[in-house]
């Protein structure tokens, strides 16, 4: 299983909350195929770092639907 998380101050329309936090699950039977969707032979969790590290993070969730990789998300908002 891979397990990616992040915790954090937020801004925008978020500005008065203090803090985020979202984690993302892939089940370890999904890993070959996150592993083929990535075209990797390095550590799975290196191949997500390298692509979708800063900026990038945003389009996780799209190669993830596009990829047919099964996740799942938790994320909370608040103080």
Do not use: N
């Amino acid at each position: 299983m891979a397990t990616a998380s992040r915790r954090g101050g937020l801004s925008g329309e978020y500005h008065h909350y203090t803090e985020y936090e979202w984690q993302w699950t892939i089940k370890a039977a999904d890993m070959p195929k996150l592993r083929a969707a990535l075209q990797t032979r390095k550590p799975v969790l290196a191949a997500l770092k390298q692509r979708f590290a800063g900026d990038e993070s945003v389009r996780l969730y799209a190669f993830l639907c596009a990829s047919a990789v099964p996740f799942e998300t938790f994320s909370r908002i608040g103080d």
